[in-house]
Nanobody, 117 residues
Framework: QAQLVESGGGLVQPGGSLRLSCVASGLAFSSYTANWYRQAPGKQRDLVASITNTPSDNIKYADSVKGRFSISRDNTKNTVYLQMNLLKPEDTAVYYC?????????WGQGTQVTVSS
C-alpha cells in the first residue's frame, strides 16, 4: 500500500528553523516529482516547493518562501525534505507531502508547523 509519512513539524519562534521529512513506501518515489504543500486555517492548500525526479532535480518555490526554504530528496531513502529557515508567523500551516503518477495522487497526513513567540 502506497504511503507518504511526514514528520518534523512543531512549534518554533519567528526566525527559527525546522526540517520536514517525508518518507514514501509502496511506490516508486524516485520516479516522480515530489511536492510540499501547506494549508493554513481557512485557506486553500498551496504549493510551497517542488522537486523533479530528473538528474538535474529541477526545483521550484512559491515566491513567499524563496530564499528561506530549501527542498531536497534522497532517493536511496525514498525521502524528500523541506528545510525551512527564517520562519515567519505566516508560515504557520499544516504541511503536506504529495506526489503523483499517471493514475493516482498521493498525499501524506500532514505535519503541523506553528511559528509563534
Amino acid at each position: 500500500q502506497a504511503q507518504l509519512v511526514e514528520s518534523g513539524g512543531g512549534l518554533v519562534q519567528p526566525g527559527g528553523s525546522l526540517r520536514l521529512s517525508c518518507v514514501a513506501s509502496g511506490l516508486a518515489f524516485s520516479s516522480y516529482t515530489a511536492n510540499w504543500y501547506r494549508q493554513a486555517p481557512g485557506k486553500q492548500r498551496d504549493l510551497v516547493a517542488s522537486i523533479t525526479n530528473t538528474p538535474s532535480d529541477n526545483i521550484k518555490y512559491a515566491d513567499s518562501v524563496k530564499g528561506r526554504f530549501s527542498i531536497s530528496r534522497d532517493n536511496t531513502k525514498n525521502t524528500v525534505y523541506l528545510q525551512m529557515n527564517l520562519l515567519k508567523p505566516e508560515d504557520t500551516a499544516v504541511y503536506y507531502c504529495q506526489t503523483q503518477n499517471l493514475f493516482f495522487t498521493y498525499w501524506g497526513q500532514g505535519t503541523q508547523v506553528t511559528v509563534s513567540s
